[in-house]
C-alpha cells in the first residue's frame, strides 16, 4: 500500500511539475513576443527583402522571353497572371505594416518601387503580392509574411522561451524543494537545546534534503533519549540522596547526640539538602513550568525574605513581568548562596525596568572571579574554588542559573566594579537581563 502510494506521489508531482514547465514556457513565449516581437518581424523582413529582390530582378529577366507558367515551373515562384489582387477580406494592422516594411526595402534595392498588395486567406495563410515587370501581360509574385506573434512560434522565439522555462523551473525547484525545507529545518535546529524537545520535521523537498531531514530526525530522537536518560539519572541520584538526608534527620532528633556533632551533621544535612535540590532543577524539574505575570518587587522580597536585612540589602523598582516564578526564584537565590559564600557581605539585589527588558543584580563585596573563567563558571559541575567540594557545592548553582535564563530567553553576564557609584553597591555582581514577555 505504501509502495502504491509513493508512486502515486511520484506520479502526481510528474505531471505537476510538467505543467509547471509548460505553463512557464507558454508564459516566457509570451513576454518575449511583446517585447522582442516587432524587432524579429523587421529583421525578417529585411532579411526577405534582401532575398526577394534578387528574385525580383532574375524572374523579370525571364518573362522578357518566357511565359510565368514556365517560369514558375523552372523557379519554384509562386507567379499569377492577374490585373490585380483581391484586397484582404478584413484589414490586418501587423500585416499592412509587414507589407509596408517590405516595399520599402524592395524601393530600396530595385530601379524601380513594385506595387505590393498584402493577402489574408487564413490565420496560417498570410502575406503580399508583388507586382513584377512584364512585357506581354500582368504577373504578380506571391510570397508568405510570417508574424512573430503567430503559430508555430520563431525558432529563436521557441528555443529563448524554453530557457527561460528551464530557469523559471530550476528557481521554483530550489524554493520549494530546497530553500523552504532547508528553511523549515534551520527553525528547526534554532529550538534544539532550548530546554523542550522540538517535533520531527516532515521529510519533504529534494531527495537529499529529505535525507539530510530524517538524519535531523534521527538525531532529534537520540537527544530526547539521551535527556530522557539523564534526567532519570540525576533523579534517581537525588532519590537515593533523600534516604540518608532521612536518617540523619532522624538522628539528629535523638537527645544521645552531643552539641559538636549535632552541629556538624546538620550542616551535612543542609549541603545534602542543597545538593539534592540544585540535582533536581538540573534534571529539568523547571521546564515546563508555565509563565505568571506577577510584581516582580514583591515576588523579589518574598525570595530573599529568609536572609538578614542586615546582610542583604534590596533595591527594587515596581515591575510587572511574566515569569517561571519558581525557577526563577532558584536562580536568584542560586546567586544569593555564591554572593554569601564566595563573596563578602552586605550583599545587594537590585531590579530595575528598561525600555523592553528588566534587569536583576546580585552584588557582594568580592573580589568576584577572574575575566578568563566567566565561561567556565557557567558550565556544569564546575569548581572555580576545589575548597567547596566539601561544603555542599556540586557545582551546578550558575549552571543552574544559564538554563533558566535561558528559558526566559533572557541573558547572563557578570559586571565588576569599584563601588563607588549608587547604581554599582558592590564590586562584583551577576546579572540577569529578562524580556517582560518572554516566549512561551
Not at 516595399?103 to 518601387?113: A, G, K, N
Not at 559541575?381 to 533572557?410: P, Y
Request: contains cysteine; aromatic residues 6%.
Amino acid at each position: 500500500m505504501k509502495r502504491i502510494q509513493r508512486r502515486s506521489a511520484i506520479v502526481f508531482t510528474a505531471l505537476g511539475w510538467s505543467g509547471v514547465v509548460l505553463g512557464s514556457w507558454a508564459l516566457c513565449l509570451l513576454v518575449l513576443q511583446v517585447l522582442f516581437g516587432r524587432q524579429l518581424e523587421m529583421l525578417q523582413t529585411v532579411q526577405l527583402g534582401r532575398d526577394l529582390s534578387l528574385n525580383v530582378r532574375l524572374t523579370e529577366l525571364a518573362l522578357e522571353r518566357y511565359p510565368p507558367a514556365l517560369v514558375s515551373e523552372l523557379t519554384g515562384l509562386d507567379l499569377a497572371v492577374i490585373d490585380r489582387p483581391p484586397d484582404p477580406p478584413r484589414f490586418d494592422h501587423s500585416l499592412q505594416r509587414q507589407t509596408d516594411a517590405l516595399q520599402r526595402q524592395l524601393c530600396q534595392r530595385l530601379s524601380h518601387c513594385p506595387i505590393l498588395v498584402p493577402f489574408s486567406a487564413e490565420a496560417a495563410q498570410r502575406g503580399a503580392w508583388i507586382e513584377l515587370i512584364s512585357p506581354l501581360e500582368p504577373v504578380w509574385l506571391r510570397v508568405g509574411l510570417r508574424s512573430a506573434f503567430g503559430w508555430p512560434p520563431e525558432p529563436i522565439m521557441f528555443g529563448l522561451a524554453l530557457v527561460g522555462a528551464v530557469v523559471i523551473c530550476g528557481g521554483l525547484f530550489l524554493l520549494f524543494q530546497v530553500d523552504r525545507p532547508l528553511r523549515g529545518l534551520e527553525r528547526a535546529l534554532a529550538r534544539v537545546g532550548d530546554g523542550i524537545d522540538p517535533e520531527a520535521v516532515a521529510a519533504v523537498g529534494a531527495a537529499e534534503v529529505q535525507r539530510l531531514t530524517q538524519r535531523f530526525n534521527a538525531m532529534l530522537l537520540r537527544l530526547s533519549a539521551n535527556r530522557r536518560e539523564r534526567a532519570t539519572m540525576l533523579a534517581g541520584i537525588a532519590h537515593d540522596l533523600r534516604a540518608p538526608i532521612t536518617r540523619l534527620s532522624f538522628r539528629l532528633s535523638l537527645p544521645s547526640l552531643s552539641a559538636k556533632d549535632r552541629e556538624q551533621c546538620s550542616r551535612d544535612l543542609e549541603s545534602l539538602e542543597r545538593i539534592t535540590g540544585q540535582f533536581l532543577l538540573f534534571a529539568g524539574g523547571g521546564d515546563s513550568e508555565a509563565l505568571v505575570e506577577l510584581p516582580l518587587e514583591a515576588w523579589m522580597a518574598e525570595v530573599c525574605a529568609a536572609h538578614s536585612a542586615d546582610l542583604l540589602r534590596l533595591d527594587l523598582q515596581p515591575l510587572m513581568a511574566k515569569v517561571r516564578p519558581v525557577a526563577l526564584g532558584r536562580a536568584v537565590v542560586n546567586l544569593i548562596d555564591n554572593a554569601f559564600t564566595y563573596g563578602l557581605a552586605p550583599v545587594t539585589v537590585s531590579l530595575r525596568g528598561f525600555e523592553n527588558s528588566y534587569h536583576i543584580e546580585v552584588w557582594d563585596q568580592g573580589k568576584g572571579m577572574p575575566m578568563d573563567q566567566w565561561e567556565r563558571a557557567l558550565q556544569p559541575f564546575q569548581r572555580l574554588d576545589e575548597s567547596r567540594r566539601e561544603q555542599g557545592h556540586s557545582g551546578l548553582g550558575l549552571a543552574i542559573v544559564a538554563h533558566v535564563v535561558s528559558r526566559h530567553a533572557g541573558q547572563l553576564s557578570f559586571v565588576a566594579s569599584d563601588g563607588t557609584t549608587k547604581d554599582q553597591p558592590g564590586r562584583f555582581a551577576v546579572r540577569l537581563q529578562l524580556p517582560f514577555n518572554p516566549p512561551d
